[in-house]
Structure formats: C-alpha cells, structure tokens
C-alpha cells in the first residue's frame, strides 16, 4: 500500500529546508570497496543554498501534488506519478543513512575525483532530514577542449579555477524511511548492480526467454545488467501481453519485412545477441514490437527513433 507525500510531511521538509543546507557529492567507489559509492561534502554560500532552495521546496510541491505509487521495475511513471521505496526494502539503507548525515564528510577535491556520480543537498531541521539528489556524471566544466573566461565590467579573462554545475531538479528524495523516486532510470542507473535489481532483471529474462530462446544467453544477460537504458527495456518487454503467442517465424516476418540483420534469428529459432553498437538493441526492439509502417507514406519506421528501416 503506497504511503501519500502528505502535507503534514511537506511541511516539515519544507521547515528544514529553511535551514543551512549542506552538498554532498557521491563518487563511484573503487571495485575493491564495500561501499557503492565515496562520500564527500562541499560548503555552499547562502546565494548558492538560496538557489537549491527554490528547487527543493519546488520538488515538495510535487511530491505533494504526485500520486504515489509502489516501486515498480517495469513501469515508468510519468510527472504525475512518483514511486515510493521503503528504506526498509533498499538494499543499502546504510548509504541513505551516510548522505543525510553529512557532517563527518570529508571535503569534496575535484582533481581527486573527477567522476561524479550524483550530488545531492541535504536538509536537516528538528528531527526532520531530506535529501534532494540529482544523477550526473560530472559536475565540472571540461575547460581542457575550450577557452573559458569570464566577463566583468567590459573585460573579459582567463577562468583559473575550477567551476562546477548543478542540475537545477530532483530525481529522488531520501528519507530516512524513504525514497521517493522521480525519475526510475536514474534509480536503475546508480543502483543497477543491487541485489533488488539484479534479481528483477533475472525474472524478467527468464519470463521473456521462456517464450524467445536466447543462443548466446549469458553475453545478453551481461549486457542488460550493464545498461540501465536495456535493463528498463527487457522489464518492459517481459511485460507485454503479446509475448506469449511470439513464435520464431513471427520474428523472421517482421526481419524480413524490416530488413533487418537476418543473422539475429539462427535455424533453430534463436534469437542470437551480437554487441556491436548498431546491433545491441536489435534483440530488445524486435520483441518490444518497435518495427512499424506508416499508412499515410507506406514506409517503415523503427519506432522509437522514426528513422526509415531498409
């Protein structure tokens, strides 16, 4: 049963964000680490914080006026709808725990670690704490392909320091008992390799392959684990109503029609996986019915893109 954004909960988010907010920035921890990610602070002056503190009481508004539904893997909600996650059902509750308390961070070096992974503002007021996180993979302004300068009364010079960006929006909320997820792909994204969606992933191949065979299954397996863009896609696929009544020679009509790769369907009726870049989706598309022609110019589309398929 989804737990509403209240008002009484928007309140107090709200009170906390009148509070001096503090930045934390989350980093890819090394393979060797037990953590998913480093930690690291940064101090902010009040103009900065002022800002980030527009986006969060926005962002509670939201949540405020969203309908709250439970975690999902396989759907994706639109503005109006916003996943609820029990901290209790997160696979590391303990990171949760290490954003909305801050204080013993170390400092944020950009040199250090120029791959972010995500940053995010922390609110803390009277037992009330709210984390507004946003997924990036970088926060700093590439200045080695460029001339970046700056312009200050008529003049313009060299930029010599470091200057990061801030995406001005939330894609999830943490609380202590919560998440309140925005945007799932980037939930998949930072999370993909957590037990929760790992085995959701699994079901999900073996609900589609239950139908389809795979030859090559363990290379496709590994290349959705590693792709939170196709892990989304085969959730969505094994969803379809449709799946059941796919056979092998369907697929070879819809290849032969489309013109495409014949060598995706081998003589046994095997769907075969191949990982070039122009070739890794084609799997994912044929069976999430992507392959379309236009009555009005009698041409074939793929679906997502509407790019002609010859």
């Given at each position: 049963?989804?737990?509403?954004?209240?008002?009484?909960?928007?309140?107090?988010?709200?009170?906390?964000?009148?509070?001096?907010?503090?930045?934390?920035?989350?980093?890819?921890?090394?393979?060797?680490?037990?953590?998913?990610?480093?930690?690291?602070?940064?101090r902010m002056e009040e103009?900065?914080?002022?800002?980030?503190?527009?986006?969060?009481?926005?962002?509670?508004?939201?949540?405020?006026?969203?309908?709250?539904?439970?975690?999902?893997?396989?759907?994706?909600?639109?503005?109006?709808?916003?996943?609820?996650?029990?901290?209790?059902?997160?696979?590391?509750?303990?990171?949760?725990?290490?954003?909305?308390?801050?204080?013993?961070?170390?400092?944020?070096?950009?040199?250090?670690?120029p791959s972010v992974a995500?940053?995010?503002?922390?609110?803390?007021?009277?037992?009330?704490?709210?984390?507004?996180?946003?997924?990036?993979?970088?926060?700093?302004?590439?200045?080695?392909?460029?001339?970046?300068?700056?312009?200050?009364?008529?003049?313009?010079?060299?930029?010599?320091?470091?200057?990061?960006?801030?995406?001005?929006?939330?894609?999830?909320?943490?609380?202590?008992?919560?998440?309140?997820?925005?945007?799932?792909?980037?939930?998949?994204?930072?999370?993909?390799?957590?037990?929760?969606?790992?085995?959701?992933?699994?079901a999900d191949l073996d609900?589609?392959?239950?139908?389809?065979?795979?030859?090559?299954?363990?290379?496709?397996?590994?290349?959705?684990?590693?792709?939170?863009?196709?892990?989304?896609?085969?959730?969505?696929?094994?969803?379809?109503?449709?799946?059941?009544?796919?056979?092998?020679?369907?697929?070879?009509?819809?290849?032969?029609?489309?013109?495409?790769?014949?060598?995706?369907?081998?003589?046994?009726?095997?769907?075969?996986?191949?990982?070039?870049?122009?070739?890794?989706?084609?799997?994912?598309?044929?069976?999430?019915?992507?392959?379309?022609?236009?009555?009005?110019?009698?041409?074939?589309?793929?679906?997502?893109?509407?790019?002609?398929?010859?």
């Amino acid at each position: 049963m989804a737990v509403n954004f209240d008002n009484a909960k928007a309140t107090a988010v709200d009170h906390a964000l009148d509070a001096p907010l503090e930045m934390v920035i989350g980093t890819w921890a090394p393979p060797d680490s037990d953590e998913s990610f480093d930690l690291w602070r940064l101090r902010m002056e009040e103009d900065v914080a002022a800002e980030f503190r527009t986006v969060g009481q926005r962002h509670v508004r939201q949540l405020a006026d969203a309908e709250i539904i439970a975690l999902d893997l396989g759907f994706t909600p639109d503005d109006e709808r916003v996943m609820r996650l029990p901290i209790a059902e997160f696979d590391d509750p303990h990171l949760v725990e290490r954003i909305l308390n801050p204080g013993g961070l170390a400092y944020f070096n950009l040199e250090d670690h120029p791959s972010v992974a995500f940053h995010c503002f922390v609110a803390r007021r009277n037992g009330t704490r709210a984390g507004f996180l946003h997924r990036t993979s970088t926060i700093a302004v590439a200045r080695r392909n460029g001339i970046f300068a700056v312009l200050a009364n008529n003049v313009v010079s060299r930029l010599e320091t470091d200057v990061l960006t801030f995406a001005p929006s939330v894609e999830l909320l943490l609380e202590p008992d919560s998440i309140w997820i925005s945007n799932l792909a980037t939930f998949r994204s930072l999370f993909r390799t957590m037990p929760t969606l790992v085995q959701g992933m699994q079901a999900d191949l073996d609900a589609v392959t239950a139908h389809i065979p795979v030859d090559n299954l363990e290379e496709f397996r590994i290349a959705c684990s590693r792709d939170p863009k196709m892990m989304a896609k085969l959730a969505n696929v094994a969803r379809r109503p449709y799946l059941a009544n796919l056979t092998a020679d369907r697929i070879r009509q819809v290849i032969q029609r489309y013109h495409l790769a014949p060598e995706v369907l081998n003589a046994e009726g095997r769907l075969v996986h191949n990982s070039t870049p122009k070739r890794r989706w084609l799997i994912l598309r044929i069976l999430d019915d992507s392959y379309l022609e236009s009555l009005m110019t009698n041409l074939h589309y793929e679906a997502n893109s509407k790019l002609p398929v010859n």
